[in-house]
């Protein structure tokens, strides 16, 4: 034993592990009625014993390596685990409690730690310890001696929760919940006799729950590993939601420093319940393994030539740039083999290699110039697709060359090299209207095989002369699997049939094919939902749901598809701050089609909304992530820029002149008009803002007039009822202002905004406004359903109690300063100051009179909260020194020491300690694996102990009159000014 546990240089906690493990794996468990404890010689002949024997066997071991054991004995209390484990055992189905026994070591420094080898597990919570002795014998509860009698003995054990406090894996109880559904089922009903017409959708992420330090969930887009889990979460999804689905495997955002476009996974099906595709096995899920050829590429497009009435000779081979590989190869040095070099860092040189592998004269794939017939533009209402189109592509080195790189072949097509047609004789191409209604959706099991057209004669052409078709079909064959790559189709109704063509193409060939390229065109008669990368995260692009029961199951199923797909919603810093994903949680409000969105018909709703959330800024905070300002993602209108409340008021007098609240507006474009250049951030971009209108009524193209209103400041919540709780809310607040819209100004917060509301207590006074206002008018909102969000937002570092005065630490909130631009590896960067925090202090129970609490030394500015006795103040700090940062000639404030001063006496009579990290200086190398670790660091950090011993005289201080609620250490103090509210006193008896 002694070899299989100690190593070299093993620490202390390691050894107490795998020692604690091997008992527990070569020790069977038994449920022994037999009285008395076997040796340990037995308990290892047998390897089975009880819990008490395995207890004592691992005392014995443990004395024997020279560390101080005792035997523990009483009761193992084990409840359900909120969520289910992905890994072994869940635990128990119902809460229960027993007999237990165990083992506890003596460490010093770190005192008795309890082990049990029943679970291979440490001692935690629910083992309640009655007797720990030397020996099992003197743990017995009842000893002696009894004659003959006839006893009847019989005990019972239960356990009862009590209280429990709001937590992220369990926010709410059964009958809470019950009425949570029961209020969005009365707000729906409000919705429907309102004609509201409204859908609710978002942008949740996820991050990996195996692998929270790779860069791939902290700051970079992309990695292979975050491919495979969003392709099983596709796929996972597609079978949730969506039978008879097209799964598109295209490209998405494509941002400077990438070398590539990102991948966008897509899933789309019809709303009238018909299949897209009829056959799942003929099309691939990202998960086919084939061995298909290169010419099989050519034979598809040639048999789907003929399914869309067109030429075969229309077929085109496309080849690698032999000429550009030659030059390049030219260029390498004389010993460089491409090959055998190591190639992982060098892109260029590792196509270039697999080009040469491949073979460079052999055809890459195979292109069809494909485009939809022309429509007469009077014909607004499309019953039918119109048929299709080809032509040549003439090239002047006669054979088709593609782009170097390493994308889809539809993104390396030479169209720079192909002739233009005229610009007076170009056919102008529209996309269709969103305010359009389109008619229903051609059948695809009706469809029919055109006339396949015969070769012309030499005097004929079957193609328009004036026109070189510049959208294509393309057709390749990576790793086994047949790619097409759809060209750009203005109308859904093209979209489909050619999606339907290739279906009949696949079935007569039977071959499975991948579709990529460019997706279905935006249609109120398709839905879908994406699965895309962002820095740090997955971002799932859900479907709307029209009703609140639609709204429960998707994002109820969403949350727990990503669970098991090994996906997470929330992840823990290294000092053990609980935080969301970091990627938002954004949330969408519209329609099924932009004419019956409820913003375009009733602006003033929008303006109700914007109104209410600049009147309270609890809604702007409670829900927000960690990084919140000016230059966050998603600011507030009043965060921006100082003049943006004046002009929002002019726009706002413009709306209510033009249009009647309460009435429905004949302009939709009015709201982009009056409101695009006000909803933006510092430097005008309009996505970037709290109230995100890009997808309302934009004029840039039919994709930005999708009627839908974007909320951004909204992070991801870590359980799947926080997150309709969210939702829940924001139907509410908008049934209400549907039926009475709001009448409040806008308020010129100030600094007021970055101090007071910075502090957790004043953000749940302002929320508590909000439930109170809902209330009123008639939606049975209650505070504590909000209490987890608080929580999870305002974690409570830890509380004090000296006499009778209680001093509690919570974390509040930071905005971020941007740096200015810096040089980096990649170019310039600039980066935030995250290195000053904030944290509220709350004090109940005081005598301001007689009682002050200082900071480092330094008087907080406390307010009184409007309960006797109770005050909070805010400390903003400096925790770290990194590289850059605003002052860097600040030093670092922390350890935090809080003491409370008895002016009377002159000295402190208590107080606590707050470390930024690890107190012992044993500083974290990785991050918590799960809440309870990151629970136990954020625990360590806290000493309700530490304060200042000897005789204080603390300095009198001003308010700072910008952030009069907040100590900021970085700041020299305020001179003191008579007449003040005195805040901090010293010398005897409050003189």
């Known amino acids: 034993m002694r070899e299989e546990v100690v190593k070299p240089g093993q620490r202390i906690v390691d050894f107490l592990v795998g020692i604690n493990a091997l008992a527990q794996r070569d020790i069977n468990y038994i449920v022994r009625m037999e009285p008395g404890v076997q040796t340990p010689e037995q308990t290892l002949e047998l390897k089975l014993g009880s819990c008490r024997d395995t207890g004592w066997l691992l005392v014995q071991a443990l004395r024997h390596m020279g560390l101080a054991a005792r035997f523990a004995s009483g009761y193992l209390i084990q409840l359900v685990a909120d969520v289910k484990a992905l890994d072994g055992p869940s635990g128990t189905d119902k809460d229960f409690t027993d007999l237990h026994a165990w083992t506890e070591v003596y460490i010093p420094g770190a005192g008795w730690i309890g082990l049990d080898p029943t679970s291979g597990l440490f001692a935690g919570e629910g083992h309640i310890p009655l007797a720990c002795t030397a020996q099992p014998s003197s743990a017995a509860p009842v000893i002696g001696a009894t004659g003959i009698c006839e006893v009847h003995m019989d005990f019972s054990m239960t356990v009862t929760r009590i209280h429990e406090d709001p937590r992220v894996t369990k926010p709410y109880t059964e009958a809470q919940w019950q009425h949570i559904l029961n209020l969005g089922h009365a707000v729906d009903k409000e919705l429907k006799k309102g004609d509201v017409r409204l859908t609710q959708g978002g942008e949740p992420t996820f991050v990996s729950i195996d692998d929270m330090e790779g860069p791939e969930w902290n700051y970079t887009a992309l990695s292979p590993k975050k491919r495979e889990l969003a392709g099983l979460l596709l796929k996972r999804m597609q079978d949730r939601y969506a039978s008879g689905a097209l799964l598109h495997f295209g490209q998405g955002k494509w941002y400077p420093g990438e070398p590539l476009p990102r991948w966008a996974l897509g899933c789309y099906w019809r709303a009238d319940g018909q299949p897209l595709w009829r056959k799942p096995a003929l099309l691939d899920r990202g998960d086919l393994k084939d061995t298909r050829q290169r010419d099989e590429a050519g034979h598809f497009l040639k048999v789907l030539s003929g399914h869309l009435g067109l030429s075969e000779r229309y077929v085109i081979s496309a080849f690698e740039d032999v000429v550009h590989a030659i030059d390049q190869e030219s260029r390498w040095p004389k010993n460089l083999d491409p090959l055998a070099a190591d190639l992982k860092n060098a892109d260029e040189r590792r196509r270039i290699a697999a080009l040469i592998a491949e073979g460079l004269g052999d055809p890459r794939g195979y292109v069809l110039p494909l485009k939809p017939l022309a429509r007469p533009q009077s014909k607004r209402k499309v019953t039918a697709p119109a048929g299709w189109r080809s032509s040549p592509w003439p090239f002047r080195r006669g054979h088709l060359f593609l782009l170097p790189g390493d994308s889809p072949m539809g993104l390396r097509l030479p169209l720079a090299s192909l002739p233009w047609v005229a610009p007076e004789d170009m056919e102008v191409e529209f996309e269709r209207d969103p305010f359009d209604q ?165 602006p003033d709703v929008l303006m109700s909304l914007i109104t209410y959330w600049q009147n309270h800024p609890s809604l702007s905070y409670l829900f927000s992530g960690m990084f919140i300002g000016p230059t966050s993602q998603a600011p507030r209108v009043d965060e921006a820029r100082h003049e943006s409340l004046y002009e929002l008021e002019i726009a706002f007098q413009q709306m209510a002149e033009r249009l009647k609240p309460g009435d429905e507006s004949l302009q939709p474009w009015l709201v982009d008009r009056l409101l695009r250049n006000l909803l933006v951030d510092l430097s005008g971009n309009t996505h970037r803002a709290e109230f995100c209108i890009d997808k309302l009524y934009s004029p840039d193209s039919s994709s930005g007039r999708l009627g839908l209103l974007e909320f951004r400041a909204f992070e991801m919540p870590p359980h799947a009822q926080m997150s309709l709780l969210q939702m829940l809310l924001l139907r509410a607040l908008l049934a209400r202002f549907w039926k009475h819209p709001y009448e409040g100004r806008l308020i010129r917060w100030g600094t007021e905004l970055h101090d007071r509301f910075m502090l957790p207590h004043f953000v749940a006074q302002d929320f508590t406004d909000v439930i109170t206002d809902l209330q009123r008018a008639g939606y049975a909102f209650e505070h504590e359903w909000f209490a987890p969000f608080v929580e999870f937002r305002f974690p409570r570092y830890g509380t004090v109690v000296y006499q009778g005065i209680e001093i509690e630490l919570r974390q509040a909130i930071e905005p971020w300063h941007v740096l200015g631009e810096e040089v980096s590896a990649g170019g310039t960067a600039r980066y935030v100051d995250s290195s000053v925090e904030r944290m509220q202090v709350r004090v109940r129970h005081m005598n301001d009179t007689r009682h002050i609490v200082t900071c480092n030394g330094r008087p907080l500015p406390l307010t009184p909260t409007g309960v006797r006795g109770e005050y909070v103040a805010g400390v903003r700090y400096r925790a770290w020194s990194p590289p850059s940062a605003l002052h860097p000639t600040i030093g670092v404030h922390a350890p935090l020491v809080f003491d409370l001063v008895d002016t009377w006496s002159s000295r402190s009579i208590g107080g606590c300690t707050y470390h930024v990290s690890h107190p012992g200086g044993r500083n974290y190398d990785t991050f918590p694996i799960n809440a309870n670790e990151a629970e136990a660091r954020r625990l360590a950090r806290f000493w309700n102990h530490g304060h200042t011993p000897g005789e204080m005289h603390v300095r009198r201080e001003g308010r700072n009159p910008d952030y009069p609620f907040t100590l900021d250490l970085r700041r020299a103090p305020e001179a003191w000014v008579e007449g003040e509210v005195r805040l901090a006193k010293e010398g005897k008896g409050g003189s």
């Open 438 to 602: 389109g008619e229903a959706l051609p059948d695809s099991a009706k469809r029919k095989k055109p006339k396949a057209k015969t070769q012309p004669k030499a005097s004929e052409q079957d193609y328009d002369p004036r026109e070189i078709i510049h959208t294509a079909l393309c057709a390749e064959v990576r790793e086994g699997v047949l790619h097409l790559f759809m060209p750009p189709v203005p109308l859904l109704e093209d979209y489909v049939d050619l999606l339907h063509a290739i279906e009949n193409t696949a079935e007569e060939l039977a071959i499975a094919v991948r579709i990529e390229g460019y997706p279905p065109p935006n249609d109120p008669r398709l839905r879908d939902f994406k699965v895309t990368p962002d820095p740090g995260v997955i971002e799932v692009n859900i479907h709307p749901a029209r009703t609140w029961p639609e709204l429960v199951e998707n994002i109820t199923s969403l949350y727990e598809e990503a669970r098991l797909t090994r996906l997470g919603t929330d992840k823990f810093q290294l000092d053990g701050r609980h935080t969301g994903t970091g990627g938002g949680n954004h949330v969408t409000l519209g329609s099924l089609t932009p004419a019956d969105s409820p913003l375009l018909r009733r």
